[in-house]
């Protein structure tokens, strides 16, 4: 098995703080993985801040259904010149990212993951699994 890197919220700020973020009016994160890092990029960017919840995976990362799928109503109500940044913590297949930005076709959308695929990636050197702080059993910090 594949040995996970452990990353420090230290590490995680201070990568936060040097990357040029793109303005942004609104951060959407994904729920769960991506309730982290949108809260920290919202506040980083001083901006707006909802959660919406999807889900396509386990707690061990292996698919519940072929395509994620909404676990609550999410209907957007923006502006139609409002700029978002929708934030997951891992996007492999990018699926879920794709679902979530289906529904804001209306809307300024770019993406960002901490590792993975997407219009930003704060980790791209990044190629194994993560042991994030929020999910680590012993947090580092």
């Known amino acids: 098995m594949e040995q996970k890197v452990s990353i420090s919220f230290t590490t995680i700020s201070k990568a936060l703080r040097e990357f040029p973020l793109p303005a942004t009016d609104w951060v959407i994160g994904i729920g769960r993985g991506g309730v982290v890092p949108a809260s920290l990029l ?10 919406v919840e999807v889900n396509h995976r386990d707690d061990d990362n292996h698919p519940l259904r072929d395509l994620p799928v909404f ?61 994030w702080p929020w999910k680590a059993p012993h947090y580092a910090f």
Do not use: E, M, Y
């Open 71 to 131: 676990l609550q109503d999410f209907t957007p109500d923006f502006d139609p010149q409002t700029r978002i940044l929708l934030v997951d913590d891992v996007s492999v297949t990018g699926k879920t990212l794709a679902v979530v930005r289906s529904r804001l076709k209306d809307f300024k959308v770019k993406t960002f993951v901490l590792k993975g695929q997407a219009d930003f990636v704060l980790f791209p050197a990044i190629r194994t699994c993560v042991n």
């Open 42 to 51: 919202a506040h980083q960017l001083q901006c707006g801040l909802q959660i």
